[in-house]
């Protein structure tokens, strides 16, 4: 069983810069794409980036595009967000997870593609 857990969010200004972390226990979770996501009250999660398995292949949300880097490291178990010029807009619940098939080549986008969810870390960002 994979599980994930977030750390990193906080209060930021905009145009500030913050990393957070995607690190899990168990020697599965780097077989598996993992992807970040976030939610605002009354809307539904939102995808924002996503990694292979491999590493070799990213994928982004129009609207973080330029400003968010995704990587991973295989010998820490943990997969980051690097979150730059941040805008009052990105406040948000970041959430990681992991795509449900092992091994896959491509990122998917729809959270029903995703389980073994995180607890989530809260990106409040200031204008």
């Known amino acids: 069983q994979v599980q994930p857990v977030e750390s990193g969010g906080g209060l930021v200004q905009a145009g500030a810069s913050l990393r957070l972390s995607c690190a899990a226990s168990?020697?599965?979770?780097?077989?598996?794409?993992v992807g970040w996501f976030r939610q605002v009250p009354g809307k539904e999660r939102e995808f924002i980036a996503g990694?292979?398995?491999?590493?070799?292949?990213?994928d982004y949300a129009e609207s973080v595009k330029g400003r968010f880097t995704i990587s991973r490291d295989h010998a820490k178990n943990t997969v980051y967000l690097q979150m730059d010029s941040l805008k009052p807009e990105d406040t948000a619940v970041y959430y990681c997870?992991?795509?449900?098939?092992?091994?896959?080549?491509?990122?998917?986008?729809?959270?029903?593609?995703?389980?073994?969810w995180g607890q989530g870390t809260q990106v409040t960002v200031s204008s």
């Open positions: 168990g020697r599965t979770f780097s077989t598996y794409a």
């Open positions: 990694i292979t398995w491999s590493g070799d292949n990213t």
């Open positions: 997870a992991t795509e449900k098939i092992p091994w896959a080549i491509e990122v998917l986008s729809s959270p029903d593609d995703y389980n073994n």
